[in-house]
């Protein structure tokens, strides 16, 4: 009964898909793995502390979060805001693609900017609309909801893209961590180098994706002024 | 042990002592909810990386599974936190100006220094690249510190405030290595390649790059989740169809996890990046997000498998 093994890859996928507790269904599929392949329980706890202490390393990020508090308190998010709120006259598409260049480079230095609640919503979305509103005049919902769509996506990208680019970012460690316990020697320096790559070419597809984005808006708002 | 050993214990006891902080704040919290299991979760995780090493390690396997037990009950709760006040943190920011990102491009550059300083002089090789980011952590502290001029105990204040944000998930990508261990030496990663061994032919790399990338991302969307994808995922086909054929694991290990969030982007499952948004931004389809990154996501992916190709072999 080999395929019986792979019991502990469904509980994974199920256990993350009805939103189970992450911790415990990962947990779960570890014991059941080890009991569906016949180990000993004493063993089954073993291998699970030995695995847990071997792979400390992809928690190593804790030792980043003081620095990174303090910076919050002083003030960084707000120098993020003042930077982006800087900028003038630029077009709805110019405006995303700033932002994504910004939350690229801050993934990559590991500088939490709030995300949707704290900078989308409250700075990139008004910008955005703005100067669409400026050109256009009042804008329809499906044309907000485009802008709107666009600006979460760019954080979305800049986010994933380039948070690997960071030595002490926990994906970055998961790699490290993950490819360390199945015997291959790989460092959080070689990973956060081979990150880089695909974090210039994630901000070049959205380059073409904002630009493209003003082109489609003057048709969508060409279309609702002859409808009117 | 070796110096780098003893290195890296220093490091991991500062995690658990962070991990015990965050105990401490919420059984001083009058207001803390659940005080008792989040004190015992984060009791417990901070003897596993203080004193784990030493113990049997059947030990730490016991603590691992209290751990589970007291997040599947809920039972881990944020205390309160000493917040910044807005207003004190903007007229900080508009006392130090631009200098407030320095201490965070310190964290990025020393690590890396670092890193590459220990790799290449002999006398410094107990500053491993994992040692270098403890280094980077620590040297960037002390810039903010003395650059703000701000009271030390913000350290621990700020540190156990952002441990306590991210909560119990912060050691999930710990976890989930481990998990891709117990798989191993159980023989998951066997069955699974032996399935897959009928798709791939013999040889061919384009392919079996093409098969790892999209099974990252098919596995991320049905999953929600880049991490639990990759431990399976990268056990199962990335080391028996990339790796052991010749693949260089740095360039499969960094691109793969990457490969998995094109298809966070394409999943109602990954609900804090693309639904919650959606209601917060106040768009009248909440999948809005989501039809805007597919375009995007499926390019990406493409450029993952052909930079695979190229780079990996």
């Known amino acids: 009964m080999e395929a019986l093994k792979l019991i502990g890859v469904l509980i994974v996928v199920i256990g993350f898909a009805i939103k189970f507790d992450t911790i415990a269904t990962v947990v779960i599929a570890g014991v059941v793995t080890g009991l569906v392949a016949q180990m000993p329980v004493m063993d089954i706890l073993d291998t699970l502390g030995k695995s847990f202490i071997s792979n400390r390393t992809a928690t190593l990020f804790v030792l980043t979060l003081p620095c990174i508090g303090i910076c919050e308190r002083y003030g960084l998010k707000e120098k993020a805001i003042d930077f982006i709120r800087g900028i003038k006259n630029a077009t709805t598409g110019r405006v995303i693609l700033i932002y994504q260049a910004i939350r690229t480079l801050a993934a990559a230095f590991s500088v939490r900017l709030g995300g949707h609640p704290q900078f989308v919503r409250p700075v990139v979305v008004p910008m955005a609309e703005g100067a669409a509103v400026a050109k256009y005049g009042e804008i329809s919902d499906e044309v907000s909801d ?12 800049g986010n994933f893209y380039a948070q690997n680019c960071f030595m002490g970012a926990s994906g970055t460690l998961l790699i490290v961590s993950t490819l360390v316990e199945q015997g291959f020697d790989v460092t959080a320096l070689q990973i956060a180098t081979w990150s880089i790559p695909i974090a210039v070419i994630s901000v070049l597809v ?8 003003d082109g489609k808006l003057a048709k969508m708002a060409g ?6 | 042990m070796t110096p780098a050993n003893i290195i890296a214990e220093i490091f991991y006891s500062i995690i658990g002592i962070i991990f015990a902080l965050v105990g401490v704040k919420a059984l001083r919290d009058p207001g803390a909810q659940k005080k008792a299991t989040t004190a015992a979760f984060w009791f417990i995780l901070a003897f596993t990386f203080i004193l784990g090493n030493y113990l049997p390690k059947w030990i730490t396997g016991v603590c691992v599974i209290a751990i589970a ?6 039972g881990v709760k944020q205390s309160a936190n000493d917040v910044p006040d807005p207003q004190a943190v903007r007229a900080s920011a508009n006392k130090l100006g631009y200098k407030v990102f320095i201490p965070a491009l310190c964290l990025a550059l020393v690590a890396v220094v670092a890193a590459t300083l220990g790799g290449s002089i002999p006398a410094m090789n107990w500053l491993t690249a994992n040692n270098a980011i403890g280094v980077s952590g ?33 050691i999930l990508p710990q976890l989930l290595s481990a998990l891709g261990a117990l798989f191993t030496a159980a023989g998951v990663g066997t069955v699974i390649a032996n399935g897959v061994s009928a798709i791939i032919p013999e ?37 028996p169809f990339l790796i052991a054929q010749g ?45 805007s990154q597919i375009p995007v996501a499926v390019i990406m992916l493409v450029i993952h498998i052909a930079l695979m190709y190229f780079f990996a072999f």
């Not at chain 2, 093409?210 to 199962?236: D, Q």
């Open chain 1, 146 to 157: 485009t802008i709107r769509g666009a600006s979460a996506a760019a954080e979305n990208y």
């Open chain 1, 206 to 213: 959205g380059a073409w994706r904002d630009l493209t984005l």
């Open chain 1, 223 to 228: 279309k609702g002024a002859s409808a009117k």
């Open chain 2, 69 to 74: 037990v007291l997040t599947a009950i809920n």
């Open chain 2, 138 to 170: 620590i040297v960037a502290l002390i810039v903010a510190l003395v650059l703000f001029k701000a009271h030390p105990k913000y350290a621990v204040i700020d540190g156990t405030r952002l441990m306590d944000n991210v909560g119990p998930v912060g």
């Open chain 2, 203 to 239: 040889g061919s790399r384009v392919i079996a790059c093409a098969v790892y990338c999209i099974a990252m991302a098919l596995f991320t969307i049905i999953m929600g989740n880049g991490f639990a994808a990759f431990s399976v995922i990268t056990v199962g086909i990335g080391i």
């Open chain 2, 247 to 291: 693949a260089n694991p740095v360039v499969v290990g960094a691109l793969g996890l990457t490969a998995g969030y094109c298809g966070t982007l394409c999943t109602p499952m990954a609900a804090n990046f693309n639904i919650m948004p959606a209601a917060l931004l106040e768009v009248k389809n909440k999948y809005a997000i989501i039809k």
